[in-house]
């Protein structure tokens, strides 16, 4: 039976706690502070309102696939990620002597190295299966852009093309979510990597990548010149904001 260290069991769990403690904490803060996934649901929004006031969506349409094709193309490099993890899970002897003859790489065992292994492998699948959702919703957003109430239709009113374009906002906002959740598996996918160095290495990575994901959620310059385009500053919501 494999035996885990102490100190490997503690950083794979501080790993866990700083993955999804941030993934709860950032989705619960959004609600009261302003930061990106706040505000871009916010200009979602405001762009499906203004689809239903086009006669065309020509445009709408080409800026969706834009960002369907990068997701795609990060769904089909996770799979190459992944063939290459099993590559190495296929042949774990070589690895590890590899990691033996680093010289800031501790001791450690041909079992434990075949289990970091499988648990990036594990990231990867997850990484792998929200980018394919994502696209799939990004696709949904594509046939609602097909089918949008035209203002240049005189049966559709007022009310038909507000709750068209709050839902196609949700739609497209989820997808969004998805994508997002995506690219932070890829943030720790990074952070675990150091788990093959030192458990340490692990710990403080872990830090670090929780440290560059706040800063660039709720500080960040590009935030700030988000929040600029409807005169919110970087902090708490004030009553009004959206």
Known sequence: MLSIPLLDLIAFLWFLFCWIGYSLFARRRAKTQHSLSSILCT???????????????????????????????FASS???VLAGVLTVIASNDAFVRVLEQ???AYEQSHGLVLLKLAG?????????FKFTWAVRQFGFVSIL???APSISRPTVDKAQRDAFS???AKVLDQAGHEYN????????ALAYLCWFVSPWVLITSSIIVVA????????????????????YEPGPKQQGDL
Request: net charge positive; charged share 20%; glycine share 4%.
């Open 166 to 168: 709050l839902n196609a």
């Open 102 to 104: 680093l010289p800031f």
């Open 43 to 73: 200009l979602r929004v405001e762009w499906m309102d203004a689809v239903v006031h086009k006669e065309h969506h020509i445009a709408d349409a080409a800026l969706v696939g834009n960002v369907e094709r990068t997701v795609t193309f």
């Open 78 to 80: 996770t799979i190459f």
């Open 120 to 128: 990036i492998a594990s990231i990867m699948v997850f990484a792998f």
């Open 145 to 147: 852009l097909g089918m």
């Open 212 to 231: 560059v994901l706040y800063r660039r959620e709720y500080n960040s310059r590009v935030l700030r010149a988000l929040l600029a385009t409807h005169g």
């Open 181 to 188: 959740y995506g690219l932070r598996a890829y943030y720790f």
